[in-house]
Each structure stands twice: as C-alpha cells, then as structure tokens.
C-alpha cells in the first residue's frame, strides 16, 4: 500500500508556471504507474498525465499536451508535474494516484482515474487572469 502527499499548489498569474510534487511513502515506488489528475468545482476528475513506473513510458491528454510535463524520481519516491503557460481554465484541485502494477521499473501507464487505487488528497492550482 501506498499513501501519497501532493503540494506545490497555489495562486499564480496566467502566463506562469507552477511545479507539483507527489511524494510517496512504503516501498517499491518503482513498481506504481502514476498519475496526475485535476478536478474543477461542478466537473469530472480529468487526467492531465501519466507516467509509468520506468519513467520511461508518458502520457498526455491534448488539453496538457506541450505545456505539462510529468517525471520522477524514484529514489526519491516523489512524481512531479511541471506547469507551464498556465491559463484560468487550468484552475483545480490537482490530485496525484497511484496504482500497482507488480513489474519494478515497467512501462504500463493507467490514462482513466478507474485504474488507479491510491489518491492524495490534492492541492489547489489557481490561474488568474
């Protein structure tokens, strides 16, 4: 089992960039596909990247597409999530998952928050214009 801590959120002028990070505690990090989520108030909880436990393998939806970009450390038991050229629309609670793939350094990656079985408890990211 996996338990997850998000921070790195906050207030941030359009234009601007932020940089999540996920820690993780208990072992084995390298064997959890992650993912990065975010969920506006009144909306479903949308993906906006995914890594895989190598870090070799990355996912992206088209609305994160050339402005997000997801990596880890897996020494560091931490994921992280580079903003950039952040907009309003951008403004959500962001949430890190996990979920346990059983192959140490693997390539798969979960892109639906079904497959993932551990959450954070998220932190906010606010655009304004």
């Known amino acids: 089992q996996v338990q997850l801590v998000e921070s790195g959120g906050g207030l941030v002028k359009a234009g601007g960039s932020l940089r999540l990070s996920c820690a993780a505690s208990g072992r084995g990090f390298d064997s959890y596909a992650m993912g990065w989520f975010r969920q506006a108030p009144g909306k479903e909880r949308d993906i906006v990247a995914a890594i895989s436990g190598s870090g070799g393998g990355v996912y992206y939806p088209d609305s994160a597409k050339g402005r997000f970009g997801v990596s880890r450390d897996n020494d560091r038991n931490t994921v992280y999530l580079q903003m950039d050229s952040l907009k309003p629309e951008d403004t959500a609670v962001y949430f890190c998952?996990?979920?346990?793939?059983?192959?140490?350094?693997?390539?798969?990656?979960?892109?639906?928050?079904?497959?993932?079985?551990?959450w954070g408890q998220g932190t906010q990211v606010t655009v304004s214009s």
């Open positions: 998952a996990a979920d346990f793939t059983g192959l140490p350094g693997g390539w798969e990656i979960r892109s639906t928050a079904k497959e993932y079985h551990y």
